[in-house]
């Protein structure tokens, strides 16, 4: 089970912080990825990391200005947005992946929660 959480309506520039709660079960040795899914597009990798949080990976779009991190004792995994884009508008979702690090392309993760909405306007 996973609950990702934070999603609302931010002005371009603004910020937002995403949350995602996971079964202890299901990710305290496994790394933990964030996608997103605009409308009319695929679904693409924004930001993983480890089950240590030590080792993170980002989509280039997402580098210096998202920040992925993790509280293993909590279960939760996080992704701080800072100067959010009209382009950043989409449903994120947090997802577990099978091995112990975070990779990139969604057929690594076999679980994945709801979504939570973005909406940056312009």
């Known amino acids: 089970q996973l609950q990702a959480s934070g999603g609302g309506v931010v002005q371009a520039g603004g910020s937002l912080r995403l949350s995602c709660t996971a079964s202890r079960r299901t990710s305290s040795n496994n790394g933990m990825g964030w996608f997103r899914q605009a409308p009319g597009k695929e679904r693409e990798f924004v930001a993983a990391i480890d089950w240590k949080g030590i080792i993170t990976n980002y989509a280039e779009f997402a580098k210096g200005r998202f920040t992925i991190s993790r509280d293993s004792r909590k279960s939760t995994v996080s992704l701080q947005m800072n100067i959010l884009k009209p382009e950043d508008t989409a449903v994120y979702y947090c997802?577990?992946?099978?091995?112990?690090?975070?990779?990139?392309?969604?057929?690594?993760?076999?679980?994945w929660g709801h979504g939570t909405l973005v909406t940056v306007s312009s």
């Open positions: 997802a577990t992946s099978r091995s112990s690090v975070g990779g990139s392309s969604a057929r690594d993760y076999p679980y």
